[in-house]
């Protein structure tokens, strides 16, 4: 029972780190019904800031390791954000008007057009961060020491996770994030500045991912420049489990995923995980064509 709640704990903190990236996915689909395949290379530039600023400003020397890493995270996420509306106006606004397609390839270019920038700027090894950022005292739970690394990586995924659906549910710039996603035209014609909501969307959703790569950077000590390939191809099954377009649909499908990988792990072999998540999706869309959460949307005419 301790093996089984240490890996659950396991699988949450990493499950966590899905959820946020698979927001991005999420949010932007849902209101423009396209996939940002550039998200994935956004996540990794939140990694790789995070790493340089914290070389530059030293933020857990003068703010201790707490305040240190919630200002460096904050920073990071601003950064991202606004390339996050960059992205937006330069690959995907010109070509709004134009078939589904030609926005679909913009995407891939972008993407690759990041992974290969990043690459020239930090070079292709992988890039290390400090050890011990964060003090990784065991806490018990239930009898069972976790890392506090690990708790607190969970908590801080929840918690942006409750703001975020706090903020779309609850806030008026929310609700127009909610009618722009149901309808864009019937949006317009009710006053809302459906390129505005697109543009929160494109700096909520990277910033997100922003934080998630700053995350893993603590996390696992140490990123590259393609591993926004992998996180953003198991968040996009995340959101797609969930239910893509559906915000609490992407949060359960990133903290599933991340269990049934540690668990996978854990109990058949750590080189079958991937491949068991892959099943796991497989059959729940085979139940669940629309992902657990998804709804049934009427063909507009």
């Known amino acids: ?7 659950l704990f396991n699988g949450l903190a990493v499950g966590g780190i899905y959820a946020l990236v698979a927001l991005g996915y999420t949010m932007v689909y849902g209101v423009m019904k396209l996939m940002n395949f550039a998200h994935g290379e956004l996540f ?45 106006r330069v690959a995907y606004r010109p070509l709004r008007s134009s078939p589904r397609l030609s ?4 995407a891939l270019g972008a993407s690759i057009f990041l992974q290969n920038a990043i690459m020239l700027i930090y070079g292709a090894r992988f890039q290390v961060y400090p050890h011990g950022i964060l003090p990784n005292i065991p806490l018990s739970f239930f009898g069972v020491e976790i890392p506090l690394l690990r708790v607190l990586l969970l908590l801080v995924s929840l918690v942006m996770m409750a703001g975020l659906y706090f903020f779309v549910q ?50 696992y000590g140490q990123i590259n420049f393609t591993m926004g390939w992998i996180f953003g191809l198991k968040a996009f099954t995340a959101a797609i489990i969930g239910g893509i377009g559906n915000i609490p649909g992407a949060m ?7 269990v049934l990988e540690a668990m996978g792990a854990a109990y058949i072999s750590t080189a079958w995980k991937d491949a068991i998540a892959f099943a796991v999706l497989i059959l729940i869309l085979l139940v669940r064509p629309r992902g657990i959460l998804g709804e049934r949307v009427a063909d507009k005419l």
């Open 1 to 7: 029972m301790e093996f089984f709640l240490q890996q």
């Open 44 to 88: 990794t530039m939140g990694a790789f800031l995070g790493l340089s600023f914290l070389g530059i400003f030293a933020f857990t020397e003068s703010l201790g390791p707490f305040g240190g890493v919630l200002v460096l995270i904050l920073l990071v996420m601003a950064m991202v954000a606004l390339m996050g509306v960059l992205l937006e």
């Open 103 to 106: 926005a679909i390839v913009s």
């Open 170 to 219: 609850k806030t008026q710039i929310g609700t127009a994030i909610r009618a722009a996603a149901i309808d864009q035209d019937a949006a317009r014609l009710m006053g809302i500045n459906v390129d505005r909501v697109i543009q929160i969307v494109f700096i909520i959703g990277p910033a997100l991912g922003a934080a998630a790569g700053v995350m893993v950077g603590i996390y």
């Open 252 to 258: 359960l499908g990133g903290l599933l995923l991340g």
